[in-house]
């Protein structure tokens, strides 16, 4: 079953390269945060091409819940704790930028752009959301305290942040990437510092974005210690009530609410790919408890690449390569946080300075707890002499028994039941698997 954007926009089609190209900047990667660097960049004059695999927006893109805000669970508590004020209040300020973009784009765009009032909300107690509506208001967004929400349980709490967006992601996208230099089935395959490789020909580039989910060129950057992949689960319920907002559950489990047209979005079940979590099966029963009445209309499921401090990382791909740059790690936040990229990117790109490019850096300090998390994880995996193996770095697959694909607990690559690849990183199929049951 494809998401309910897939089944409700027609996309354009773009032809694949057919001859060696030159261009000033190359793009990488087709999702929205791809688009959104060819878009700003050639509304600010420069010769941009992108390239994609497949075709454009039909990754994790395809598969959010859209919404489009500066209120990002508890993220302002933590920054002022971790980094201060300042990183709180420049964190605010890309958000804030992002939505205006959105607002002042989606004026002509009919893409279902509706402002509503994003919510998170606890159901165990007061004081996390306490906190992060003290750092909210040092940060400079003005929420509200709420303990009577539409949602089918009682809460302790929400923050209520007004004003802010959701949208349909892929009629957005069809329009902004009418007029870009798109070639689509086009596979970047190596970087040579002057030029990208694919399979249909040499791009040379003076600056090229990497905007691939998970950066595509290993060499560089230590990705694969800086990231991990979390998937949740989205169900379109037909029958259930009209929530009028976007809520989200202060625990990194719960829940999240918000509708589109006649459906109500149900998110949840989220795990880090390749462990056991809830997923569909435990946000099922959710729904069949909750709405009892409403039938499953659309189900879908996306994969989102985690840092190690809960920033997204963008800019400069490492310090030891000044004209490659990257966007990723956008957590749960893609849609905000890809305009912000854009943003910033096309900035870097022009040689000007951004207020928030250093915020955001790739370089910044990988010593988090996360990275022995991750390290933890990677030497287990490694560890363990099952079959088959994840042809990335060669961690253990496990079976997911609930979507029936091979999944890497190490960095996310994901397969299916006869070993094709669904997800990178990994760039390629498996050589054998061994025969699995559905359940
Ligand atoms: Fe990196 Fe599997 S995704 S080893």
Redesign the pocket.
């Known amino acids: 079953m494809d998401s309910l954007w897939l089944t409700t926009a027609k996309l354009p089609s773009f032809p694949a390269l057919s001859s060696d190209l030159k261009t000033d900047v190359l793009v990488i990667g087709g999702g929205l945060c791809g688009l959104l660097c060819a878009h700003a960049l050639t509304e600010a004059g420069v010769s941009c091409a992108l390239i994609e695999a497949d075709r454009i927006m039909r990754g994790v893109s395809a598969r959010t819940t859209a919404k489009i805000t500066s209120q990002h669970r508890l993220i302002y508590d933590r920054l002022i704790r971790s980094r201060g004020v300042e990183a709180a209040q420049l964190y605010r300020e890309a958000n804030e930028a992002a939505l205006g973009r959105y607002r002042r784009l989606c004026g002509e765009i009919d893409c279902g752009f509706e402002e509503k009032d994003a919510y998170i909300f606890d159901r165990t107690g007061t004081a996390a959301l306490e906190r992060e509506w003290t750092a909210m208001a040092r940060a400079g967004l003005h929420a509200t305290f709420d303990d009577a929400l539409p949602l089918p349980f009682p809460v302790a709490g929400a923050l209520r942040l007004p004003h802010q967006a959701q949208f349909h992601p892929l009629r957005f996208a069809a329009a902004i990437s009418e007029g870009l230099n798109i070639f689509e089935q086009t596979a970047a395959l190596a970087w040579d510092g002057r030029a990208v490789v694919t399979n249909r020909g040499r791009i040379a580039a003076d600056k090229v974005i990497v905007a691939t989910h998970f950066p595509l060129f290993n060499k560089h950057g230590a990705y694969?210690l800086k990231l991990y992949q979390h998937r949740s689960y989205v169900l379109a319920l037909r029958g259930a009530p009209d929530v009028d907002g976007m809520y989200l559950d202060a625990q990194e489990t719960g829940l999240s609410f918000r509708n589109s047209g006649e459906f109500l979005l149900l998110g949840g079940g989220s795990h880090r790919t390749g462990k056991s979590g809830g997923g569909y099966d435990a946000l099922r029963a959710d729904a069949k408890a909750y709405y009892p009445d409403a039938e499953i209309a659309f189900r879908w499921a996306t994969q989102d690449c985690m840092t190690l401090d809960g920033l997204p990382y963008i800019g400069q791909y490492a310090r030891s390569t000044p004209d490659l740059y990257v966007a990723t790690g956008f957590g749960k936040w893609g849609m905000t946080l890809s305009m912000a990229a854009a943003t910033i990117l096309r900035d870097l790109v022009l040689g000007r300075s951004n207020p928030c490019a250093l915020l955001f850096s790739p370089s910044r300090s990988m010593m988090k707890p996360q990275l022995l998390v991750n390290g933890f994880e990677a030497a287990v995996s490694l560890l363990t002499p099952t079959r088959p193996r994840?042809p990335?770095?060669?961690?253990a697959l496990k079976w997911n028994l609930q979507e029936h694909t091979w999944d890497?607990a190490?960095?996310?690559?994901r397969f299916t039941r006869e070993g094709k690849l669904i997800s990178?990183?990994?760039a390629g199929d498996l050589p054998s698997v061994p025969p699995q049951k559905s359940k």
Do not use: L, V
């Not at 990335?392 to 961690?395: E, V």
């Not at 190490?410 to 690559?413: A, E, L, R």
């Open positions: 694969f994840c990335h770095m060669g961690c890497c190490c960095h996310g690559s990178g990183p990994a």
